[in-house]
């Protein structure tokens, strides 16, 4: 697991970590049924408040992205690699839905949508 | 809980020095106490622990009114301070075994995870301590009292930051095992982003700005240093 908050932005902290270790997942950089470390090791890790952690956590597990076993910890959940890919497309809409509205609002159009897409695509 | 309600507090030239109507900290959580100098955020963390009198109002804690029960509360709610002197001359080794041998419920693993961590001196002279030193030790003769209160007022703000986030570690993690509250009067920006939870804005003795820092930033859609400067360029509408 890697995690790189930005104490500076104007996302809050848990939303960052939360954004992170759902695409981690999703994309299998961590396995499912993995055992994560506990609120007080990522927070000493990362360098922020303990709640936040918890807080990140937490909406990871009514998200179904991990377990939280009391007493144990957290795991990635079991079910999650199992998702197809229609599924994991599913998930990437709300942030496209996003992203394709605030080019709207910026006057770029389809055409130069779909270049800027590609380049940042072999950016990465 | 600490609960403060209708508060105010005059100066000597009778100029009002805190208005607060009213004001809840939860727990556990690192509420941090933002303003300029004169703000009033040093008079209300007095308030707060009991050392000073209000002119109205009440502060109190579980219920109880902190000034009046301050005999019963000062083991519960801690000041760390700079106007609070320790005793210069002894050697922190020697201070340590003062405090223990006056603490009814000291916390012998609380201390050793605290000398693992702190790196405080063993045994040197109070007054040789540099600064980070001293807070780093005010914290070892206060967490192993088991406070439900902790308030910090502006000791941290000239240390470095090696200094800086091994005492907000130790104040981070003490808080989330034990549910203590953590209030720390501070100005720097990065620690309040880290490990601030809550915000408290003063302005001229008034609360302007009060709540969970998430949801703060989500309502404005930028970030800490940015909401800060539009609320101290806001005239108070009084």
Not at chain 1, 11 to 17: D, N, R, T, W
Not at chain 2, 38 to 60: D, F, H, I, P, Q
């Amino acid at each position: 697991m890697r995690l790189q908050v930005n104490p500076h932005s104007s996302i809050p902290l848990y939303a960052q970590i939360v954004e992170q270790m759902r695409n981690q997942i999703l994309s299998g950089t961590i396995q499912a049924g993995t055992p994560l470390p506990s609120v007080r090791e990522i927070s000493e890790m990362i360098e922020v408040n303990s709640l936040t952690i918890q807080k990140a956590l937490k909406i990871l597990e009514v998200e179904k992205f991990i377990v939280i076993r009391r007493g144990v910890g957290a795991f990635v959940s079991e079910s999650i690699n199992s998702l197809n890919q229609n599924q994991k497309e599913e998930l990437l809409k709300p942030g496209l839905i996003n992203i394709v509205s605030h080019a709207r609002e910026l006057g770029v159009d389809q055409e130069r949508f779909h270049v800027l897409v590609e380049e940042c695509w072999s950016a990465q | 809980m600490i609960e403060v309600n209708n508060l105010t507090l005059f100066g000597k030239s009778h100029n009002l020095r805190l208005d607060i109507p009213a004001l809840k900290f939860y727990s556990p959580g690192i509420t941090a106490l933002v303003g300029h100098n004169g703000a009033g955020k040093s008079s209300l963390l007095r308030l707060m622990s009991g050392l000073e009198k209000s002119n109205t109002g009440l502060v109190s804690y579980l219920g109880k009114d902190i000034f009046k029960d301050f005999e019963s509360l000062k083991e519960k709610i801690h000041l760390i301070s700079w106007n609070l002197e320790l005793y210069q001359g002894l050697t922190t080794k020697d201070h340590l075994k003062l405090i223990k041998s006056v603490s009814k419920n000291w916390s012998v693993e609380i201390e050793n995870a605290l000398l693992k961590d702190l790196s405080v001196p063993p045994d040197k002279r109070i007054d040789k301590l540099s600064r980070g030193e001293q807070v780093r030790f005010r914290l070892l003769l206060s967490l192993p009292r088991k406070p439900m209160v902790i308030l910090l007022d502006e000791v941290t703000n000239e240390l470095d930051t090696d200094s800086r986030r091994i005492i907000f570690k130790k104040l981070d993690s003490y808080s989330y095992d034990t549910g203590a509250q953590v209030v720390v009067a501070t100005n720097m920006i990065e620690d309040i982003e880290r490990y601030a939870t809550d915000i408290i804005l003063l302005k001229k003795g008034k609360v302007i700005l009060q709540g969970a820092l998430d949801n703060i930033k989500e309502e404005h859609k930028t970030n800490f240093e940015e909401i800060i400067r539009i609320y101290e360029r806001k005239d108070l509408q009084l």
